[in-house]
């Protein structure tokens, strides 16, 4: 076999085989494959499209003799471009010439070379074909060197493929989002992702060290971000999806940058694709174009900017009316609400007022003026119609100049205040009753009610730390259960059910019961109860019940156990106004 690179080099079979290449043939067809990018391959320009070449010369035994068969493949490289070639026509034309000349230029344009699939956001590095003997060991990315199990726990995929005739190659993926590409945008809205990488290999079994070394370039047209927006009676609705720069963006509310603490009053939220802004038309940010009596037309204003350049990615520009009511109170109270429009940014509300000028806002700030004043005064105007009245009156600037009232020829026009009272109004109102039939009851309600039960040594109570608790034979034994976490008068506890066991397990065996709805009657040493009265540590006495016992040991095969013993007890909490049920009766 004689391979063109494009100088011959002549292989015999064995040796063609061991440099990654296969050839096979059949009593119809001969076949040679070779793996992309491989020493005997050589690219070559054809029409202006890069080509990766393959050609091979093959000699082989066949009946007739000696036969030669040539084969080649041309295969483009993974890139597109797209060319022009305008033909441009320049004429000259004198003053005083007869002719004019004229002569034609062939200008090609060609676009850079491009990725087709640069949308899938991954590199793809296919890198081989190696021998048996060469293992890929690191790899050094712009932040510094991993090796091949430290890249696949970041998540950079690396992989092994080993091929029929025993050569090996080697893959990686790096998605473009990874902090080891670099990123910068050479023109608006164009952003080129640079991966460089050095891939660290020995050949064994001398271990001996080499490197590959690859820069990958990739541009791509970023995606911008969509601003959408609605409005109801009282607030903007804002919604942004996200694009190609993800959230590495500066968003500013009516040109004030969008921080934390802004962000969580005007209620943020995002779900990784999108994020929302809900934010009152009265907010600071807001911007109020038009006045009138009935309405406000409000305006929000939304920008987002590339973080490292400033370049505007987007804008929103949301308009909405919004009602404006003036609220009249049965009492002839009036309450009315100004604003300062984008018209007039010099307004100071405060210096507005009613036809009076005494009459001035309730309250001011530097974009509202509320006024409260009643139906008969501040020169509220009265007007009869057949069956109501109209109270009006204005809120407008004005100038005090020597005690002289003087109006601005430039001030805007605000609001005329308008409430209808009517004259005569009957209003019937109706009623009916029915008697009740039961008293009413609170509903049954779940909860939980907390209740411990103490060892004494009848002046002190034991700790955790005192168990277990050594007692002989017939020593008493105090105990106290009490209803913690309550002060209600009306709960009183019951001890249902006591009895001892041998296990912690309250349904272990065996167990000797010491409280059966009062003292255990077959005891010989029965249970006695004693009386609790309120002190200084006892507030309700029904929340506690006390009770004492004679120490005692169970016996098996007629032996007495001195093991531990656990008391146990259920309580009831009863309601001491309705003592219907169970032990509660």
Not at 44 to 52: I, K, T
Not at 114 to 131: I, S, Y
Not at 521 to 530: A, G, I, K, V
């Amino acid at each position: 076999m004689t391979f063109f690179t494009p100088e011959p080099v002549a292989m015999v079979l064995r040796e063609a085989e061991q440099a990654g290449y296969s050839a096979m043939t059949t009593s119809t067809r001969l076949v040679v494959r070779s793996p992309y990018n491989t020493a005997e391959t050589y690219m070559e320009d054809v029409a202006g499209v890069p080509m990766e070449v393959f050609k091979v010369s093959t000699y082989y035994k066949a009946p007739q003799g000696l036969s030669i068969v040539n084969l080649a493949a041309a295969c483009p490289t993974y890139h597109i471009t797209f060319t022009v070639e305008p033909m441009l026509e320049v004429l000259w034309k004198g003053d005083n010439a007869q002719d004019d000349i004229k002569y034609k230029i062939l200008f090609p344009i060609t676009t850079p070379l491009m990725p087709t699939v640069p949308e899938d956001g991954v590199f793809r590095v296919q890198l081989g074909a190696f021998l048996h003997d060469v293992e890929l060991r690191n790899i050094t990315f712009s932040t510094g060197v991993l090796t091949v199990e430290e890249s696949n726990t970041r998540g950079f995929t690396v992989q092994e493929h080993i091929f029929p005739n025993g050569t090996k190659g080697y893959s990686l993926q790096v998605a473009f989002n990874s902090d080891v590409v670099m990123k910068h945008n050479p023109e608006a809205l164009v952003t080129v992702y640079t991966l460089p990488l050095v891939f660290g290999f020995i050949v064994l079994p001398e271990e001996t060290p080499f490197a590959h070394a690859e820069v990958f370039h990739v541009s791509l047209q970023d995606v911008l971000p969509i601003l959408t927006g609605t409005c109801d009676h009282s607030q903007f609705y804002t919604s942004v999806e996200y694009g190609s720069q993800g959230r590495n963006i500066q968003t500013t509310v009516g040109y004030v940058p969008l921080t934390r603490e802004l962000a969580e009053s005007y209620g943020f939220q995002d779900n990784g694709t999108h994020f929302s802004l809900v934010i009152p038309y009265t907010a600071k940010e807001t911007i109020f174009e038009l006045f009138a009596s009935h309405y406000v037309r409000a305006r929000l204003d939304i920008l987002l900017y590339d973080i490292n350049n400033q370049w505007l990615l987007g804008d929103l520009f949301l308009t909405c009316y919004f009602p404006l009511t003036t609220t009249c109170y049965s009492n002839g109270t009036i309450t009315a609400l100004a604003m300062k429009t984008q018209s007039v940014p010099s307004l100071n509300p405060s210096r507005l007022t009613l036809r009076d000028p005494a009459c001035k806002p309730a309250y001011s700030d530097d974009r509202f003026a509320h006024f409260s004043f009643t139906a008969d005064s501040c020169g509220t105007t009265r007007t009869f119609f057949d069956n109501y009245m109209l109270y009006e009156n204005e809120i407008s600037i004005s100038y005090l100049d020597d005690g002289a009232h003087n109006d601005s020829p430039v001030d805007p026009e605000y609001q005329t205040v308008s409430c209808y009272y009517m004259v005569n109004k009957t209003e019937t109102l109706a009623f009916s009753y029915k008697p009740r039939t039961y008293d009413p009851k609170a509903e049954i309600g779940t909860g939980q009610l907390m209740v411990q039960m103490r060892l004494s040594s009848y002046d002190d109570f034991y700790q955790g730390q005192d168990f277990p608790i050594v007692k002989y034979l017939r020593q008493p034994l105090y105990f106290e259960v009490e209803l913690m976490q309550s002060s209600d008068p009306h709960l009183e506890l019951i001890l249902e059910n006591c009895w001892a066991t041998l296990q912690e397990d309250r349904m272990s065996l065996p167990s000797w019961d010491i409280i059966v709805d009062c003292g255990n009657r077959d005891d010989s040493y029965m249970t006695t109860f004693h009386p609790v009265v309120s002190d200084t540590r006892v507030a309700v006495p029904s929340h506690i019940k006390r009770f004492s016992m004679k120490m005692f040991a169970f016996i098996k095969d007629e032996a007495v156990l001195k093991d531990e013993i656990f008391v146990h007890c259920d309580a009831v909490i009863c309601d001491t106004n309705s003592q219907d049920d169970g032990a509660c009766r």
